[in-house]
């Protein structure tokens, strides 16, 4: 709406013709119509203007806090789910692998439980055939070496989150003479030989099984939902 300013007495017909051609509501100019009147117009199209710019910059200011506070979670859940395995600790098996090799199913190795390899006395010299998931031992190798020991462990954990090392689920691989195998952090792999089991504490750091004379290969991850479930 506009407002007229008076710069001196408004009279006669001088106010009837400024009435009469008074420009539209909005239009964004000043104009001068008498030596005397000053009209105002298009400040309420500048306000709009500057509300629509503060509102702007507000959705882009709540835009980057929004982005910035959900980054860190999404790279986490990326990172979880690009590494992530899965868990053979509670698998049974369904088959055989070989005829005259029995497949080792990793819950049978808790002391606590006393399963099958955890009963009193301890079994040994019990060809099994394992799977699970290649990593370092005492030594850490590098990726691609060729190595005859390893230790094998049902999970394999994530890229935030180590495996855990509990000593009866971890088996020391110690290949048969002449035999290497190329190092692979995390790697699922098949691994076949003379089960031994050792004494000690469950929660320590070393395990309690080895496997001698053992043979190993590289595994694929149909093979685990094709012989276990």
Request: aromatic share 8%; glycine share 10%.
């Amino acid at each position: 709406m506009s407002v007229p300013v008076f710069a001196g007495p408004l009279t006669g017909w001088r106010g009837s013709l400024i009435a009469a051609i008074r420009p539209p509501a909005g239009i964004g100019f000043g104009a001068t119509l008498h030596p005397g009147i000053v009209y105002r117009v298009g400040g309420r199209i500048r306000g709009r203007r500057k509300l629509a710019i503060s509102r702007a910059q507000e959705t882009r200011t709540l835009t980057f806090v929004l982005v910035a506070s959900l980054a860190p979670a999404l790279v986490f859940m990326i990172g979880i789910a690009a590494t992530l395995q899965q868990d053979l600790s509670d698998l049974s098996p369904i088959r055989s692998a070989e005829a005259n090799t029995d497949l080792l199913k990793w819950s049978s190795l808790l002391r606590e439980d006393h399963g099958e390899f955890g009963a009193q006395p301890y079994r040994t010299a019990v060809e099994v055939r394992a799977l699970g998931y290649m990593m370092n031992g005492e030594r850490v190798p590098r990726e691609g070496d060729w190595v005859r020991e390893f230790y094998l462990l049902p999970d394999a954990g994530h890229l935030f989150h180590p495996a855990h090392r509990d000593a009866d689920q971890m088996i020391a691989v110690h290949l048969a003479d002449g035999v290497r195998v190329r190092f692979s952090s995390r790697a699922l792999v098949w691994a076949w030989g003379s089960l031994q089991s050792l004494p000690g504490d469950p929660d320590g750091p070393k395990p309690l099984y080895t496997l001698e004379r053992a043979h190993a290969q590289p595994a694929d991850a149909r093979e685990i939902r094709r012989y276990y479930q």
